[in-house]
């Protein structure tokens, strides 16, 4: 049984560019939610998707978007790169968004020059 | 606002030393708690969490947290830790309101030395 995957595993991109970052859930999840991660610090959430929709959202700028697909992998778009959008993005996964503990990716490491 | 504090920004603890990773939540109701561990270039692994019931929580690698409601905190302890238990913790508070998120302390390193 697959985790969840993330990709890719390490990705660098100038300032102004756009990314695409893809998570695939764990088997028999359907919600994923992203996580950004900044160097030495926690986790910071992003947004999460259900059903497609975006059902939750934490305190980040419009330049990140996301999107999730009909078989719920999930995309995460971050447009005009700033240096500080250089982090770890994380991907969790759970079954219909409930309170249950999330199963985290392994991550992308984001570095923007 | 929901917050997480986790004071000690390293400790380290000598191996087979117990060890205890300090957590307070600023959170208006029952809180949904939990410890996470980080390994260098590495996602996140629950250890543990705390929902409601027992206080006292076991979670995997011989880990366990008391949620003290009285103090606001969710102390995570082991009693003889292992040099792979080198790591960064994170403590979290989970908020349900419509969309689950999780809010994360930013984390104690743990140092182990032989």
């Known amino acids: 049984d697959a985790g969840v995957t993330q990709s890719p595993t390490h990705l660098i991109k100038t300032r102004g560019q756009q990314v695409t970052l893809r998570c695939s859930p764990k088997?028999?999840?359907?919600?994923v939610s992203w996580y950004q991660q900044a160097l030495g610090q926690g986790p910071q959430f992003i947004f999460q998707?259900?059903?497609?929709?975006?059902?939750q959202r934490g305190n980040f700028p419009d330049r990140f978007s996301g999107h999730q697909f009909p078989n719920y992998s999930s995309e995460l778009n971050v447009n005009a790169l700033l240096l500080g959008d250089s982090a770890l993005y994380l991907c969790?996964?759970?079954?219909?968004?409930?309170?249950?503990?999330?199963?985290f990716g392994p991550g992308t490491r984001l570095l923007v020059l | 606002a929901q917050s997480v504090t986790q004071p000690d920004i390293h400790i380290t603890v000598s191996e087979g030393a117990s060890l205890e990773l300090r957590c307070n939540y600023s959170?208006?109701?029952?809180?949904?708690l939990f410890w996470y561990v980080q390994s260098p270039g590495q996602g996140l692994q629950l250890l543990l969490k705390?929902?409601?019931?027992?206080?006292l929580v076991q979670g995997i690698k011989g880990f366990e947290a008391e949620f003290k409601r009285s103090q606001s905190s969710f102390n995570l302890r082991k009693p003889s830790v292992h040099w792979s238990d080198a790591a960064e913790y994170f403590c979290?508070?989970?908020?349900?309101?419509?969309?689950?998120?999780?809010?994360f302390g930013a984390g104690t390193r743990l140092f182990v030395k032989a």
């Open positions: 969790a996964s759970s079954f219909r968004g409930a309170i249950a503990a999330q199963y």
């Open positions: 088997s028999g999840h359907d919600t």
């Open positions: 998707y259900y059903e497609e929709e975006e059902r």
């Open positions: 959170y208006g109701a029952t809180p949904y």
């Open positions: 705390y929902f409601s019931g027992d206080t």
């Open positions: 979290a508070v989970g908020e349900n309101t419509g969309g689950f998120k999780t809010i």
